[in-house]
T-cell receptor, first 110, second 112 residues
Framework: AQRVTQPEKLLSVFKGAPVELKCNYS??????LFWYVQYSRQRLQLLLR??SRESIKGFTADLNKGETSFHLKKPFAQEEDSAMYYC????????????FGQGTILTVHP | ETGVTQSPTHLIKTRGQQVTLRCSSQ?????VSWYQQALGQGPQFIFQ???????GRGNFPPRFSGLQFPNYSSELNVNALELDDSALYLC???????????FGPGTRLTVL
């Protein structure tokens, strides 16, 4: 069975502070992991794919297979980063079947 | 490039009724997945359609069924609605892994 855990439901930081959103997973195969973000009144959108090793809007995430984690990090948070963040694991069919965590609401205060 | 669209935006039904939700996939995507998102929860995978066939199913009863059409658009049908079916239903389209899935705005279903 595959599972994704985001231990923090709420996370508050001040503008300019570092932020880390935690994600742990359990999966018996080789995982493909994603971060999705949902800004207020907008649809769920893809933020990062671990396989791309990219940085989007200053966010990065490293897959740590030993700790089964895929934490999302940003060195200097901005107010516009305030949103709901979901970690998701892709397993199953060739075209993807996402298992989502419960989500973390990030609030960046001015 | 056209994004994923869903209709209707909102829907209110009563217990025991049937509902059909619709989704048009993003241009260039041949796979559609459906998710249910209850309040305060992450989305849960219902099933996926590829080339008009069901291609994987989550832990949902048979009264949740679907279709995919030759133009890759899709329908989600739910029979014998229950109160717990009240949720946001999300459609996502994709091409090959691991490019990720791209979501529509959702249909908010309320069952009274």
């Amino acid at each position: 069975a595959q599972r994704v855990t985001q231990p923090e439901k709420l996370l508050s930081v001040f503008k300019g502070a570092p932020v880390e959103l935690k994600c742990n997973y359990s999966y018996s195969g080789s995982p493909e992991l994603f971060w999705y973000v949902q800004y207020s009144r907008q649809r769920l959108q893809l933020l990062l794919r671990h396989i791309s090793r990219e940085s989007i809007k200053g966010f990065t995430a490293d897959l740590n297979k030993g700790e089964t984690s895929f934490h999302l990090k940003k060195p200097f948070a901005q107010e516009e980063d305030s949103a709901m963040y979901y970690c998701a694991l892709d397993g199953g069919t060739s075209y993807g079947k996402l298992t989502f965590g419960q989500g973390t609401i990030l609030t960046v205060h001015p | 490039e056209t994004g994923v669209t869903q209709s209707p935006t909102h829907l209110i039904k009563t217990r025991g009724q049937q509902v059909t939700l619709r989704c048009s996939s993003q241009s260039g995507h041949n796979t559609v997945s459906w998710y249910q998102q209850a309040l305060g929860q992450g989305p849960q995978f219902i099933f996926q359609y590829y080339r008009e066939e069901e291609n994987g199913r989550g832990n949902f009863p048979p009264r949740f069924s679907g279709l995919q059409f030759p133009n890759y658009s899709s329908e989600l049908n739910v029979n014998a609605l229950e109160l717990d079916d009240s949720a946001l239903y999300l459609c996502a389209s994709s091409s090959r892994r691991p490019n990720g899935q791209f979501f529509g705005p959702g249909t908010r279903l309320t069952v009274l």
